[in-house]
């Protein structure tokens, strides 16, 4: 048990280092957060691009590689069937993010290639994005010949999560709870996706909308030239609360928004993106 996929990162990178390796392959796009986990655990972290199928496994020359194939992050992507097949054959290390595998809305949710490659994959996820990132909970799944060293560096971190909150999170799986809860989750999801992608028609309809199969936000990208950076400090201002989705890239790349809508009433949702589309119109 770990404090969430950013502690097992940060282990993680500490026991690779101490194995000789020194970089892992990222997605481009990928999360802004997880790379910083890398990078801060002293890993070299080289892009490697995603298209329709995912990561292009053809393209890595790392030892190891970070992916969430379940959606990917932020293009919400699902790792196609032969690419899946074309990266289990890869001979790297594969750590998968399984960061919000269960919200899925048009099929279940995808099985982990861990359980395929227990001896190959570090899987790492978090109730996060179920009950609330504040809980810190999360778990990974480890090779056994990193099993001794990351169970070390977690000691010598924190001496180990909080022990109430996982026997609240224990009580709710056991009950059944967990599973009423996330059953609650995605139709409220669903409806909130659908009043953003309805908004989006309305007020921008030139952004082109990505991932709404599953997960909490949705990429939006513009063909037009603009700073997506410089836009959501623009809305910012306005109240609302949008990441550029070059934060999320380290090579050049069309620009856009990664807008989350998991903690908003449909409503709010509309209004906000109302203000995204009137800031833009009233950018120079
Ligand atoms: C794709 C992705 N995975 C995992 C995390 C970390 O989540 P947590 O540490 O709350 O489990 C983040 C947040 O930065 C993320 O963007």
């Known amino acids: 048990m770990v404090a969430g996929v950013a502690q097992a990162l940060g282990l993680l990178a500490a026991v690779l280092r101490a194995d000789g390796i020194s970089e892992i392959a990222v997605e481009e796009p990928g999360s802004l957060g997880t790379r910083q986990h890398l990078r801060h655990g002293g890993l070299v ?15 890595l020359r790392s030892p190891a590689v970070l992916v969430t194939p379940a959606h990917q992050f932020p293009t919400g992507v699902v790792l196609g069937g032969e690419r899946r097949r074309e990266l289990m054959r890869w001979d790297g290390l594969i750590v998968e993010d399984d960061y919000d595998a269960e919200h899925r809305y048009d099929r279940p949710p995808v099985p982990a290639l861990r359980a395929m490659l227990p001896e190959r994959v570090v899987y790492a996820g978090s109730i996060s994005k179920l009950l609330a990132p504040a809980l810190r909970i999360g778990w990974m799944l480890v090779p056994a010949r990193y099993q001794r ?4 560096a977690k000691r010598y971190a924190d001496l180990g999560n909080a022990v109430l909150p996982q026997l609240v999170l224990g009580y709710l799986m056991a009950s059944g709870e967990l599973e009423r809860h996330l059953r609650f989750l995605r139709r409220r999801h669903r409806q909130r996706r659908d009043a953003m992608i309805a908004a989006l028609s ?28 410089d836009l959501a400090v623009a809305v910012l201002a306005e109240g609302v609360k949008v990441q ?13 928004l990664v807008l989350g809508y998991g903690a908003r009433s449909p409503g709010e949702i509309e209004e906000g993106v109302r203000i995204i589309a009137e800031v833009r119109r009233s950018a120079p």
């Open 45 to 59: 972290t080289p892009p490697v691009p995603v298209d329709g199928d995912g990561i292009r496994v053809d393209a």
């Open 149 to 152: 060293d990351l169970v070390d």
């Open 202 to 229: 309305r007020h921008l309809p030139d952004a082109r909308v990505h991932g709404a199969a599953a997960g909490l936000h949705l990429m939006i990208t513009f063909d037009a030239r603009l700073s997506d950076v």
């Open 244 to 256: 550029p989705l070059s934060w999320h890239r380290q090579l050049p790349g069309e620009p856009g």
